[in-house]
């Protein structure tokens, strides 16, 4: 993984939380932050957190993140047809656990969020960094107005605050340069109106030509989950 800058200063807390609306692309940046973070720790655990959706799931790059000695924990039933998967008790014991380095890849919306309020005692402040992923091509999260609703509802439901943002605009591989940095816009907007600093822009590995923004640190992002199709 390519970095501008190091990576592992991003992710300095202990337990990191990856929060945004369906495909912004929040479960490749979690995944792509617990191999960032296994670099320099030692006990590194990812729980997929996500009940609700059934593609873009971080537990698809399992085989990848073990063969790297991390921990990967999500749902009972995850990924087949029961419609109504559990949480596992190990979720809480891997956070509570001080020896760990926790990775969050939380579901897109209030009910995904409101499964991580359930956790919310366990999280002490100042451990924790929840990231908001902005994906200016997704729905709800296009404009100010709408985004800041969106991270608020999250936030209300999880009984967390966000604490740093991602820039993470993109149409897959017809990304251009403008697509970046309309995204980046609005990233600022955020960060502007909320005083919640933006942590980075991120892009997939070999298209780091469309970020060019010396101001914010750049995630080069390797491709770890397929779709399902």
């Known amino acids: 993984m390519k970095e501008r800058g190091r990576n592992n200063d991003m992710f300095d807390k202990r337990i990191n939380i990856f929060t945004g609306h369906y495909g912004t692309g929040k479960s490749e940046i979690a995944v792509n932050a617990a191999v960032s973070i296994k670099q320099e720790r030692e006990n590194v655990v990812l729980a997929d957190m996500d009940i609700v959706n059934p593609f873009f799931r971080s537990l698809d790059a399992k085989n990848i993140l073990e063969s790297r000695g991390i921990s990967v924990l999500a749902p009972l039933f995850a990924n087949t047809n029961v419609d109504v998967p559990a949480l596992i008790p190990e979720i809480a014991a891997a956070i509570k656990n001080r020896n760990n380095s926790v990775i969050l890849d939380v579901g ?12 919310r005692s366990d999280i002490q402040d100042g451990e924790y960094d929840m990231f908001f992923v902005i994906n200016r091509a997704r729905p709800l ?20 605050k966000v604490t740093k943002l991602i820039s993470n605009t993109h149409y897959l591989d017809q990304t251009t340069p403008d697509d970046v940095r309309h995204g980046l816009e609005l990233s600022r907007q955020v960060s502007e109106k909320t005083g919640i600093p933006i942590a980075a822009v991120s892009v997939m590995e070999g298209m780091e030509y469309l970020a060019k923004d010396p101001d914010i640190p750049l995630f ?10």
Do not use: C, H, W
């Open 108 to 119: 897109g919306d209030e009910d995904g969020a409101r499964v991580l309020g359930r956790y």
């Open 220 to 229: 080069v992002l390797r491709k770890n989950i397929r779709l399902p199709f």
């Open 141 to 160: 999260t296009g404009d100010l107005e709408d985004t800041l609703q969106y991270m608020e509802a999250i936030q209300e439901a999880s009984r967390l």
